[in-house]
């Protein structure tokens, strides 16, 4: 076989190890940021939350996606730390937020080897009730994909975390290969259609298929569906007529 090689690609491996080495810099000097995606009702346009996605401002190479920076992160041990940096930081924009009269849940994703960490629980709530922020204004989205790793062991987990109010999605529905194995296992708040299945949407009846079966599947699972990526009218228009009313 055989592969292009390109010098900007985030797996040139030149420059995986010097994101490596700079990746203390980047927690230590808060240089890792949140952007926040809104989630709609899609009748009216009504924001009823958003998402957190990390952003890493790095000194020379500028503004990072996670593409180049949570798999180091993940293979690298700073996982944990990395998984509270990122709660605390949605955190404390919430109760800037709340200080303003804006009342926005904020979701954040977390990998499952997040929940490795038996005190980020604890963590969590510390961090919520100093900074005067209810749980359930707080949503914890995992990787379909990578909540297979280990599904006894997440769902205990996660379990905790829905009993102390704080809710639960599982993020790009649709791209792992058991959803059905174990979707029922885990008692979530909210499914996450990936945004692969909802573009071009509007012209392959495969897609709407695929989403229509999703929305079916939530209802009695007592789960509020989300389409991801929308970028149409048109997209909106289908997910309103199959029962999808957040986007």
Known sequence: GWSMFSEVSPNNGQQRLKLRADLDNALSQKQIKLYYQPKVMLQNGQVIGVEALARWYHPTDGLLSPAYFVDLI???????????YIILAAIEQMAVWHQQGILTPVAINLSP??????????????????????????EIELIESATSVNIDYIASKLTDFRNAGIKLAIDD????????????????????????????????????????????????LNCQVIAEGIETKAQVDILIKMGCFCG
Do not use: C
């Open 74 to 84: 993940e293979q690298g041990g700073s996982v944990q730390e990395f998984g509270r």
């Open 173 to 220: 529905f649709g791209t792992g290969m058991s959803s059905l194995s174990y979707l029922s296992n885990l008692n979530v708040n909210h499914i996450k259609i990936d945004r692969a299945f909802i573009d071009n949407l509007e012209h392959d009846p495969k897609k709407r298929a695929i989403v229509s079966t999703a929305i079916a599947l939530a209802e009695p």
């Open 113 to 138: 080897f997040n929940l490795l960490d038996p005190e980020l629980l604890s963590f969590t709530l510390t961090s919520l009730e100093r900074h005067k922020v209810a749980p359930g204004q707080l």
